[in-house]
């Protein structure tokens, strides 16, 4: 163990003692492998001299300094992000065993307590962009609970972007954790399967909407959560499922629902493909989302989203690094790069695309 000044610290150090802070507040505990956030975090609060311990990590982190290092690299590497990845694990797993009996032995849904851990997840991300953090998360089993907690997380942040009241900001963080709760109800080997399903197979999973409203319907809750669960894959030119509905028949909160789902899907990797680069789903949902989705809520979304990754490290199609400068209005999902010195408008360069956030 050795007394060192916070000038010569280096990530990848470890704490040998807890640091503490005003009013005896914990700043970081003891065992910390240090990053260059918490150096600079101890220089902001005028910590002179810290314990380090004296062995050398097996694994150092990565410093967040680094130029040739992407953003999400960087982030991933963070403080910030292990906090967010350990708080969303720590409440997935609870919240899994909790749909298990809400499935299985209907037990009652604790609104509260559920709205308390997407909050405690949304929360560990500090002022870090929430989508910057799932993107990182996207090489972890994304399974049907980890997309409940997701579309639950990006509905969040949708609502605050419509301006939606606390009330309603709450059902609709609810509708996107339990709009897939009939999944329960589906076999592993269909919701699994890495091949093309059959006819019947794509029957029986499209039955989960119908499953979901089942178990939720005598439940306790909001009925606009309960008709999420029903709605939540139909769309408004009829082209959706269990009843084809369209514009008029379906809540707006199922609407809602249906593009954060859809999104979150899309950029995520499943049994039958790769995920897709965020920009690419932009793409799509600006050729068919005027169609599918209604389009106070589809543009709203695209907007905010596709400004969610100015200042991202992107790979474009020549396999040129960039970084995203600006947005198009017009074309959400080509927008202004850097690659070195030089600025690209990708709605000028059609053989240019971005083929991935990196």
Known sequence: MSLISVSQLQAGMILADDIYIFDNK??????????????????????????????????????VSGEDESYSKRLKHSYEFKRFKEEFFKNL??????????????????????LNRVNS???????????????????????TFVHALNTALICHVFGHWLNLNEEDLSVLTL?????????????????????????????????????????????????????????????????????????????????????VAEYDSLTSARPYRDAMCPFDVIKQFELEGLQKFETRYILTFLDHV???????TVLLSNDQKAEVIMINKQFLSRPMVKSGKHFIDLTKTNDLYIKAVI
């Open 26 to 63: 914990l700043l970081l505990p003891k065992d910390t492998e240090l990053t260059d956030y918490m150096i600079n975090k101890m220089g902001f609060y005028a910590i002179s001299n810290v314990k380090i311990k004296d062995s050398i990590p097996s694994e150092p982190v990565i410093s």
């Open 93 to 114: 797993y609870v919240l899994k065993t909790e749909f298990l009996d809400i499935a299985n032995k209907n037990k009652k849904i604790r609104s509260n307590e559920f």
């Open 121 to 143: 997840v949304i929360e560990s991300a500090g002022s870090k962009n929430i989508f910057d953090m799932l993107h990182c998360m996207r090489e972890y089993d994304d399974s």
């Open 175 to 259: 509708s996107g954790l339990l709009h897939d709760i009939g999944k329960i109800r589906v076999s592993d080997t269909i919701i699994k399967k890495s091949g093309i399903l059959s006819p019947s197979e794509r029957s029986l999973m499209e039955a989960h909407t119908i499953y979901g409203y089942e178990i939720l319907k005598n439940q306790e809750i909001d009925e606009r959560i309960k008709l999420t669960a029903l709605m939540h894959h139909e769309r408004c030119d009829g082209t959706g499922y269990p009843k084809a509905y369209r514009t008029s028949q379906i809540t707006d909160f199922a609407k809602i629902v249906g593009i």
């Open 306 to 312: 596709s400004n969610a990754f100015i200042n991202n």
